[in-house]
């Protein structure tokens, strides 16, 4: 088993800057991709950001610019620097881990942006 533990969300003001971190333990052998989804109230989760194990990177349109996304595959962890942050990016932020043919998550962490 594998477990993907979170951490790093809060409530910051509109502009402001969060970093989330996310560590995973457990069976691991190898890791591919770790990344980041979100999900808003109503709306599907949606992918924000993605970091293979050859440090290859992508990013939703709509965080291009403000977010990074970074790796330590020493620690099995992935990290989301996010700034400039806008209220539309309010949700809970969940990380994930590709040991294929298997996807781990981690439990969310919610992020809230104030206007």
Not at 6 to 29: F, N, P, W, Y
Not at 33 to 58: H, I
Not at 79 to 86: D, R, V
């Amino acid at each position: 088993q594998v477990q993907l533990v979170e951490s790093g969300g809060g409530l910051v003001q509109a502009g402001g800057s969060l970093r989330l971190s996310c560590a995973a333990s457990g069976s691991i052998r190898t890791i591919n991709d770790m990344g980041w989804y979100r999900q808003a109230p109503g709306k599907q989760r949606e992918l924000v950001a993605t970091k293979t194990s050859g440090g290859s990177t992508a990013y939703a349109d709509s965080v291009k610019g403000r977010f990074t996304i970074s790796r330590d595959n020493a620690k099995n962890a992935v990290y989301l620097q996010m700034n400039s942050l806008k209220p539309e990016d309010t949700a809970v932020y969940y990380c994930y881990a590709a040991l294929t043919p298997y996807y781990y998550w981690g439990q969310g962490t919610q992020v809230t942006v104030s206007s």
